[in-house]
């Protein structure tokens, strides 16, 4: 059977965006960026310290994405990120409470997303927009409540040298059933 039919809906998408995830950033910093096998599902979505960025998405299908970095992930992507993109290491921001470090993480979320909402429409042929992600340094956890009716929740951990981030996905109950 196909595996494809076997996941949920919200695991399906779970999947598209860590392989977003993995490839826009691999090929934007030129680390390699490992995520777990396994899927967690959560009660709620959280921003977490040090990094939280957060993007909703509307249209056929509704949710949103919760991005988590530790310091150590946030200024090690923020840090190959940018010295890709021609900037001299002594340029940096040293802090990854500095705007230039949520600023990048905000970019890399949002050609990440864009990443996911093409893949999405080109498989499923469904549509949804997303606005500009939100990223901040946080001292302690956000939980995002939404006027909304998100049951499914989503947990993936991600590993990029040695240090750890989490991606939090919440949708609206919805499942993408395939025509024959």
Known sequence: MDTAKQMSTIDQIALVLCKATRHLLESSTKLPIKYSNTFQAIPKVTMKPEIGCFVQFTGDYNGLVVMNFSAGAAMDLYGHYMTRMGIPQDELAKDYTSNEVADS????????????????????????????????????????????????????????????????????????????
């Open 105 to 180: 993480i905000g970019e890399m979320t949002n050609q990440i997303m864009g990443l996911l909402m093409r893949t999405i429409e080109d498989k499923f042929q469904l549509s949804s927009f997303c606005g500009q992600p939100k990223a901040l340094a946080l001292n302690s956890a956000i939980t995002l409540i939404l006027d909304c009716d998100y049951r499914d929740n989503r947990r993936m951990v991600f590993h990029v040298n040695g240090k750890q981030f989490q991606i939090e996905l919440a949708l609206e109950k919805t499942e993408f059933i395939q025509a024959q």
